[in-house]
């Protein structure tokens, strides 16, 4: 079946750090693959995605790159701030048959100022 | 531009009771997912719905059921509530383009509490 395997958490970083969340993926054939965060008290906001490999999903300063070699899609910031404090889901959905999202556990990211 | 909305936002219920949650899709999208998120947990597939019928389901307990209206707006019904039914509901939206869903949206959630 599938699944996605998430960077456990929590992480913590300093302002305008560098951020990489790690992110895989196991699935049937080529899924399209998401990014979606979770502020506090707040719904699934969708942070960026990519449906085919070598897509590069961008916004907001976030990045990830669609890499079928590696079945991975990580999440990279070049420089962190205070309201990116959250927690980002990784996702796949299988671009035939059922569509329901598959996520990861989720990696909680604060940030101190 | 117009979301997906979803209520009640909160809901209080107690052992046994029964609860409704309704999802109202983004315009002109076709197709709703619920979606259940227990405290510190990954958001679980519940049920789909395409076109007012039922397109998928997953790990939905018998005592729910759900349905999609002629407007597109779908319910959550709820039975016999369990405290372990405690999470956030989240409805999410879709548009079909080619056969395919395409991205899904999601509403605020129903945050439900089973005392």
């Known amino acids: 079946g599938n699944s996605v395997t998430q960077m456990e958490g929590p992480v913590t970083l300093s302002e305008e750090a560098f951020l990489t969340i790690n992110c895989t993926y196991t699935a049937t054939g080529y899924p399209s693959l998401f990014w979606y965060v979770q502020y506090p008290g707040e719904g699934l906001q969708l942070l960026l995605k990519a449906t085919k490999a070598d897509d590069k999903g961008s916004n907001k300063g976030f990045e990830a790159t669609y890499r079928k070699e590696t079945t991975s899609f990580h999440l990279e910031k070049g420089s962190v701030q205070v309201s990116d404090s959250a927690v980002y889901f990784c996702a796949l959905r299988p671009n035939f048959g059922n569509e329901k999202l598959t996520f990861g556990t989720g990696t909680r990211l604060t940030i101190i100022p | 531009a117009a979301g997906v909305i979803q209520s009640p936002r909160h809901l209080i219920k107690e052992k046994r009771e029964t609860a409704t949650l309704k999802c109202y899709p983004i315009?002109?999208?076709?197709?709703v997912y619920w979606y259940q998120q227990g405290p510190g947990q990954d958001p679980q597939f519940l049920i789909s719905?395409?076109?007012?019928?039922?397109?998928d389901k997953g790990s939905i307990p018998d005592r729910f059921s759900a349905q999609q209206f002629s407007d597109y707006h779908s319910e959550l019904n709820m039975s016999s509530l369990e405290l372990g039914d405690s999470a956030l509901y989240f409805c999410?939206?879709?548009?079909?383009?080619?056969?395919?869903?395409?991205?899904?949206?999601f509403g605020p959630g129903t945050r439900l509490t089973v005392l």
């Open positions: 999410a939206s879709s548009v079909r383009l080619a056969g395919v869903s395409d991205t899904q949206y």
């Open positions: 719905f395409y076109e007012k019928m039922q397109s």
């Open positions: 315009p002109r999208h076709d197709t």
